[in-house]
């Protein structure tokens, strides 16, 4: 069975602590898709939520200190109860803020999954990358390089999302090719495919089946977007992002399985 096939049976409920711009967003992606989202902030009940939870996402798009906090008790309960920890460190690098929000972050709770682009991950373990607001500054570099030393550094499976998708435990890498350039005219769909992948880790097992999840989670999501586009070709952003929202909840394992531009670039 695919893990597509697999979320859709289980219905993985997904704790989402994520940014006030794209928490509708989200909810009605994860709903789609056949996850069961929930947004829970409070202090007080955010260790529950995210130790009943198939998977905890955890976002710091729009933060303060309370948001942090409460991130910081989700995830410590998460870490407790082995379940799965998507991090999205969405404007690491724009204020000292935020980057040293996210390092504190990766210091203090192990992560199964970090996705950014490619200069919000660069900016989570050190390295310099230009980054314009929440959006990667463009740039040449060696991107799959700041990805696989990111998974060393921080131990964990890496996404740095972009025209190409890079995934990678440090030992393995992949790329996919999939997608549309209409998602980046949608504000949170990086931040939805965060939780999408959360969906994806909550009903895998460990090591190989997890970065499976993960490279099947990004394929998934851009044959989502491509047929989102051809179905609204000429109609813009808004009608995309709708169609964004049909397409989670359509795409078959069998389109899937033909569709997915997946390349496996090191590692057996
Ligand atoms: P940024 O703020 O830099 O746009 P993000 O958090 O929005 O980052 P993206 O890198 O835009 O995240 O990734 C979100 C989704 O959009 C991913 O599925 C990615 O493959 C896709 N994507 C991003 N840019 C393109 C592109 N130029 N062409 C096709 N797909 C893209
Ligand atoms: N500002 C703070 S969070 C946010 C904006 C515009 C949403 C970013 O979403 P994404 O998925 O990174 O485009
Ligand atoms: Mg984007
Ligand atoms: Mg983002």
Not at 88 to 110: I, K, N, S
Not at 120 to 126: C, F, S
Not at 127 to 152: F, P, Y
Request: glycine share 10%; charged share 15%; proline share 3%.
């Amino acid at each position: 069975m695919s893990y597509l096939e697999r979320v859709r049976t289980q219905n993985p409920l997904v704790h989402n602590i994520t940014n006030l711009v794209v928490a509708p967003f989200t909810a009605n992606g994860l709903l789609a898709l056949g996850a069961s989202p929930f947004m829970a902030y409070a202090h007080e009940e955010v260790a529950d939520v995210a130790k009943m939870s198939g998977a905890v996402v955890l976002n710091i798009g729009t933060l303060d200190d309370k948001v942090v906090q409460a991130i910081r008790l989700a995830g410590q309960s998460a870490n407790a109860h082995h379940v799965p920890v998507v991090l999205d460190p969405v404007g690491a690098g724009a204020t000292t803020y935020r980057t040293e929000t996210v390092q504190m972050l990766v210091r203090e709770l192990r992560l199964t999954v970090l996705r950014g682009n490619v200069a919000e991950v660069a900016n989570v373990i050190g390295e310099s990358w230009s980054i314009k607001g929440v959006d990667a500054g463009s740039g040449e570099g060696d991107r799959i390089g700041i990805a696989e030393r990111a998974a060393h550094k921080l131990g964990c499976i890496v996404v740095i999302t972009g025209k190409e998708d890079i995934i990678t435990d440090g030992q393995s890498t992949f790329l996919t090719s999939n997608g549309h350039a209409l998602l980046t005219q949608v504000t949170g769909a990086g931040c939805l495919l965060s939780s999408v992948i959360g969906a994806f880790t909550a009903i895998a097992e460990s090591g190989a089946d997890l970065l499976g999840s993960v490279v099947e989670a990004l394929a998934f999501y851009g044959v989502a977007a491509e047929l989102a586009a051809e179905r609204t070709t000429h109609q813009g952003p808004g009608s995309f992002q709708i169609e964004l929202l049909n397409q989670l909840a359509q795409v078959t394992p069998d389109l899937l399985a033909e569709r997915s531009q997946i390349c496996q670039i090191r590692g057996g």
